[in-house]
């Protein structure tokens, strides 16, 4: 019954930036890791980045150095901030748990897009 809520996408320049939120009711982030990924249109969805409980972070290649994944736990909240920003990183973003911990994935919230023009 968790459900997630993503926001805070919009239509940025290239080189701009965004910083994407991600809301949680249900549950609380303090003991799950969560994850971002994006789908482009006709495009399979991708991991982008993960945060684990402890804080710890991974990135995709094509993200590393100008994306920062944080908690707030306090918040029940887990952010993306998105820096230079590139065409390529045009796509619809939701978060979840990531892939790979024996856990089930939560229901896909509605996702928040983010369009980066040339």
């Known amino acids: 019954q968790v459900q997630l809520v993503e926001s805070g996408g919009g239509l940025v320049q290239a080189g701009g930036s965004l910083r994407l939120s991600c809301a949680a009711s249900g549950s609380t982030f303090s003991n799950n890791a969560i994850a971002w990924y994006r789908q482009a249109p006709g495009k399979q969805r991708e991991l982008v980045a993960t945060?684990?409980?402890?804080?710890?972070?991974n990135y995709a290649d094509s993200v590393k150095g100008r994306f920062t994944i944080s908690r707030d736990n306090a918040k029940n909240t887990v952010y993306l901030q998105m820096n230079s920003l590139k065409p390529e990183d045009t796509g619809v973003y939701y978060c979840?748990?990531?892939?790979?911990?024996?856990?089930?994935?939560?229901?896909w919230g509605q996702g928040t897009q983010v369009t980066v023009s040339s």
């Open positions: 945060i684990g409980i402890g804080g710890s972070s």
């Open positions: 979840n748990r990531p892939p790979g911990g024996g856990r089930n994935l939560y229901p």
